[in-house]
């Protein structure tokens, strides 16, 4: 069977305006993933359209399409691209299970929530002939499931190719998230099998690893056996967790250090403790973020931190607030995000009982523009303060005075490095994705995330944790 798989490139990563390599720095998994279930004589062409041009002009017997909402319009527009040529087309993804009946108009089949159990189902019954027009996951498990079909990613055309996912979901439950409307019917959050993770690390060559989970952290008893068994495998690391996991769970953090971890992302989204509330997101309530940066920073991790405005409790301070308390902190890189009311997310259920929804373009759904009416601010300045935000922190005073909160030189000089080389130097990456080379930067980047771990890690394992009486 000829098979297509198709990413199709979220609506700004192909603007002329946008920073390319955003986009070539990890390759997404959702495709490849299921692409395991294919059989060894079908014949495969797996294409992201952030990274290449796709070939349009073949004609496979069966296209899978994965749909987020800002790019939605775009698959669908392959989708009908490819029916009109006589195959069929098959949508599956977070924007499919949000909005099935959109979706349902573009595809022959469509796919709501993970695939691990529908896809084999499907595949089993399109070669019978008789697929159905519609798979609803219901079994939430990871066992048995065969390995990543890696031999479909184009390696070279990622910065750090080794993307890993070893869960799926999240413990949490926020209002904003996509999570919910995803896994409904179902678990919404379950783990790989240890020794199936561990054989994937292994499989991976190099050193560096990219986690893709939502919340790595997330099951101490699961994580804390990962990472002992990461410990000598030589690894480093980069991953996401909440400050609860960082703070609240005693030798978990130790151990993922010493397995490797060298930079995370946390969602601290706010300082504001009502936005906290109004989103349902608890687990960071009372939380001492500081201490939770002093933590990962006396142990050698840098933390890339998100930050979402436009919740009701914001007003027009809160952009010089935000900026102003992360560079004090530290943190090496931020992202900056307007709250973005998904369908199918509590937050737009809330959002349209409000009549406060006010676009209906999925491409503006990116979380750079304003969709909805914020309530203390305008939706102009709202906007402004966001990309004002972007500027203020990755000013090159910012980035020294940041730095200049570590106590020492190496970590002064590696923060300078890190966060110069991710922001200030655009056109290197863009020269190199053109001349397809960005893959040749990996060894760089391990080699300043291994050294700097080797100086940390062991001493501090001795030492008593300071968070644990927050
Ligand atoms: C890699 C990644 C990126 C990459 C590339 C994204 C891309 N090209 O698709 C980058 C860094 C560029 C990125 C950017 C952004 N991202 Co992003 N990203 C991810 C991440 C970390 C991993 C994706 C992945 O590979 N997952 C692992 C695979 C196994 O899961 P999966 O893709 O969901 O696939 C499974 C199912 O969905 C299903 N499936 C999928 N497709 C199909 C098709 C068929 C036919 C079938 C049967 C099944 C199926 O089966 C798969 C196996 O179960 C996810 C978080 C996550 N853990 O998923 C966020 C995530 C997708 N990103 C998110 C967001 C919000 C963004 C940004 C908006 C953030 C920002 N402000 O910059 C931008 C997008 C900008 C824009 N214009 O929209 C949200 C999406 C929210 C939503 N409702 O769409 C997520 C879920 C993170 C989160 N927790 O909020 N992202
Ligand atoms: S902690 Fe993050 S991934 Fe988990 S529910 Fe909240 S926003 Fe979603």
Redesign the pocket.
Known sequence: MQVKMI?PA????LSPFWRPI??H??P????A??AAFFEPDDDIDLQ?E?VETLNLDDEPDLV???V???SAYRAYELADHYRSKGSYV??????VT?LPAEAAQHADTI?LG???D??PQ?LQDFRAGAPAQQYQSKIRSLVGVPPIRRDLIKRHNYLVPN?I?VS?GCPHHCDF???EAFYQGGKSFYLQPIDDALAEIDRLPGKHLYF???HLFGHVGFAMELFEAMEGMGRVWQAAATVQSILAQPALLEKAVAAGLRSVFIGFETLNFHNLKEQHKYHNLNRDYSVAIRRLRDYGVMVNGSFVYGMDGDDETVFDRTVEWAVQQGIETA?F?ILTP?PGTLLYDRMVAQQRITQHNWDLY???HVVYKPMQLSAERLEAGYWQSYREFYRWSAIVQGAWTKEVWADRLRHLAYTGAWKKSEPVWDLLIRLKQVNHLLPALENVLTSFGRRTAPALLRQPNPALNV
């Open positions: 990413l979220l609506t700004e990563a955003k986009y720095l990890f997404p998994l959702g495709l993933t299921i992201d952030h899978v399409i994965q987020y909402i800002t098959v949508l599956g993804g977070l924007h949000a796919f993970p695939g691990e529908t896809w499907f993307s996912v799926r998230c996509y999570k893709l989970d939502d992202t995000h998904y990116d979380t750079r």
